[in-house]
T-cell receptor, first 111, second 114 residues
Framework: DAKTTQPPSMDCAEGRAANLPCNHS???????VYWYRQIHSQGPQYIIH???NNETNEMASLIITEDRKSSTLILPHATLRDTAVYYC????????????FGAGTRLTVKP | KAGVTQTPRYLIKTRGQQVTLSCSPI?????VSWYQQTPGQGLQFLFE???????NKGNFPGRFSGRQFSNSRSEMNVSTLELGDSALYLC?????????????FGPGTRLTVT
């Protein structure tokens, strides 16, 4: 079973920031938070991951709360091509390599 | 760097047949995981191979099996196909446990069982 809870859908205006929340209240100390997205039943695309510090890369930023029970993925300037299903996953990358995907959030970016 | 490749991309089989799907990981990656995706169940973990050994297994019947070769390429096999096996089968590669934290997915093989 997935260890995360995400809203089923969200809308965002093109050019605005998209903030996707994720709850993972049972996360353990060795588990990282990962974000992936999937477009039109293509293979999921890795976005970003983090343990406890905020992370940023060329695609997005990941904000993790101090108690690590929730996180937010931020797409700073959403485009129409960011329309996809976004998955938040918690996983221990050393001990357990399988990723348990929940239902994800369907983000629709509107012009 | 070439990504994860999966062959074939599309496949149609009839009930009772068996099927073999292939996955070539990113060069240098030694871990390969397989997932099944259906509209009803979403993405579900099948199994993971590292250095030719199955390291983790999901909750699937024994009809689903896999293997990994010395060059890290992997195959999965489904025997005695059922209609419910129709799905998108995804392969993901990574460097290995503790050696790199990202998994990269291939485009998938869409299997239709009639």
């Amino acid at each position: 079973d997935a260890k995360t809870t995400q809203p089923p859908s969200m809308d965002c205006a093109e050019g605005r920031a998209a903030n996707l929340p994720c709850n993972h209240s049972t996360i353990s100390g060795n588990e990282y938070v990962y974000w992936y997205r999937q477009i039109h039943s293509q293979g999921p695309q890795y976005i970003i991951h983090g343990l406890k510090n905020n992370e940023t890369n060329e695609m997005a930023s990941l904000i993790i709360t101090e108690d690590r029970k929730s996180s937010t993925l931020i797409l700073p300037h959403a485009t129409l091509r960011d329309t996809a299903v976004y998955y938040c996953i918690v996983r221990d990358p050393i001990d357990n390599n399988d990723m348990r995907f929940g239902a994800g959030t369907r983000l629709t970016v509107k012009p | 760097k070439a990504g994860v490749t999966q062959t074939p991309r599309y496949l149609i089989k009839t009930r009772g047949q068996q099927v073999t799907l292939s996955c070539s990981p990113i060069s240098g990656h030694r871990s390969v995981s397989w997932y099944q995706q259906t509209p009803g169940q979403g993405l579900q973990f099948l199994f993971e191979y590292f250095s030719e050994t199955q390291r983790n297994k999901g909750n699937f019947p024994g009809r689903f099996s896999g293997r990994q070769f010395s060059n890290s390429r992997s195959e999965m096999n489904v025997s005695t196909l059922e209609l419910g096996d129709s799905a998108l089968y995804l392969c993901a590669s990574s460097k290995g446990p503790g050696q790199g934290y990202e998994q990269y997915f291939g485009p998938g093989t869409r299997l239709t069982v009639t």
